[in-house]
């Protein structure tokens, strides 16, 4: 015979899974995801970038760090380049070509700046599945999302991988029009650190060769 107490934990266990199983649905789930990633001011991560032509299968694979802020400041950089936005324009630095491109942030479509992909990714999109599965080592879910509005996002769909506790997204893997892919591995996430001006500020080094679009 079983001990009471092994009896009372595995009726506890089932009865939460039950309670999870009802209360995260998908529409929920991204509903709460939704409001989490709202609150947030500043994101930083490491970052690993694949995307893949659905017509060939050739990948292109880029990495770096990444700072995003909720005022559309960012500094996204990689050996080769260096993006960086003071809320109110975009320097893009390319170290191999020596070349610096200034453009105001209102000449880019709000759907590709930083701030949309990587805080406000679940708004224009309704969850359509949700995956109870392992997520960087720990619980967490898969949710698949099906865009509002593709033609003017210019994505159909979206997956993302979400931890549990914290409803922390680890990776997040949109599919264009065309089926072509692009997925995000976040790592080293922190929240909400104090920005310095100095992060999400940049002045053209000597002798590259500028681009001023404003």
């Given at each position: ?27 929920s ?50 050996p ?16 191999l ?6 453009e ?37 879910l ?33 599919i ?10 976040l ?13 999400t ?14």
């Amino acid at each position: 015979m079983r001990p009471v107490k092994l009896i009372s934990i595995t009726l506890a266990t089932i009865f939460l899974l039950i309670g999870n199983s009802e209360a995260m649905n998908p529409g929920s789930a991204l509903k709460k995801l939704r409001k989490r990633y709202h609150k947030v001011t500043s994101l930083r991560a490491d970052f690993r970038e694949i995307f893949e032509w659905s017509m060939t299968g050739e990948t292109t694979i880029r990495m770096g760090k990444l700072l995003v802020t909720s005022d559309n400041r960012f500094r996204i950089e990689t050996p080769e380049q260096l993006f960086i936005a003071d809320g109110k324009d975009i320097y893009r630095y390319n170290r191999l070509k020596e070349q610096v491109i200034i453009e105001p942030v209102g000449s880019n479509d709000e759907q590709f700046l930083p701030r949309k992909l990587l805080l406000d990714f679940a708004d224009g999109f309704d969850a359509t599945a949700i995956t109870e599965m392992v997520v960087d080592g720990r619980e967490g879910l898969r949710l698949d999302l099906i865009a509002n509005d593709p033609e003017v996002s210019l994505i159909s769909s979206a997956i993302i991988w979400v931890t549990s506790d914290d409803l922390v997204v680890h990776r997040l893997k949109l599919i264009d029009l065309n089926s072509n892919s692009t997925t995000y591995y976040l790592s080293e996430i922190i929240f909400d650190k104090p920005v310095e001006a100095s992060e999400t500020t940049f002045t053209p080094p000597e002798g590259v060769e500028l681009f001023d679009l404003r």
